[in-house]
């Protein structure tokens, strides 16, 4: 699997340190708005499936009360950016009136957040922000308010760390990119169907 892999892109101990500091940050952020108040804790939604890995990281890292759901997206016509995007799987929590943090692996073009963001805010939570992995800025479309972001990084097909290609990688510590000749020819294939 490594031997896929042209270039280490974020290693294992900087994602870390990072999820450490997010977590820091996080939980000072919210520690006076759940406190005291029951069945209040910080809601965090992680987006299936990507993002699991890094949750299961950053949750350890916060250190007030948190509860976890998750919710799943489809992305119909990948290779087309046609970027149409809909509800697979929903949330089991009534989300109104919680504090929520939506947690991502990366946010690309935008799209998926952007449909993410309006279908949740219209369940009128307390808040709603996002903590994302990994941000590709040269690749939006749709503008995206991420208030935590772990790093910033160059449009470059990226897997590792709960990411992955064709459902491969997620399994690997760090975020590497992926050899060309490894997606191209799928790539252009989806191009054309
Ligand atoms: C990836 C990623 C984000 C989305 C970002 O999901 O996890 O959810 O794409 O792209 P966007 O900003 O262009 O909308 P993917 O569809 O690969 O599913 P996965 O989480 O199961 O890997």
Known sequence: MQNDIAEILVTEEQIQARVAELGRQISNDYRDKVAGEAGQSLLLVGLLRG??????????????????????????????????????????????????????????????????????????????????????????????????VGFEIPDKFVVGYGLDFAEGYRNLPFVGVLKEHLYKVVLMREAIL
């Open 51 to 148: 993002a699991i890995v890094f949750l299961s990281d950053l949750m350890r890292a916060i250190d007030i009360p948190v509860q976890l759901d998750f919710i799943g997206i489809s992305s119909y016509g990948l290779g087309t950016e046609s970027g149409a995007v809909r509800l697979v799987m929903d949330l089991e929590t009534d989300i109104a009136g919680r504090h929520v943090v939506i947690v991502e692996d990366i946010v690309d073009t935008g799209k998926t957040l952007s449909y993410l963001l309006g279908n949740l805010k219209a369940r009128n939570p307390a808040s709603l922000q996002i903590c994302a992995l990994l941000d590709k800025p040269d690749r939006r479309t749709v503008p995206i308010e991420i208030k935590y």
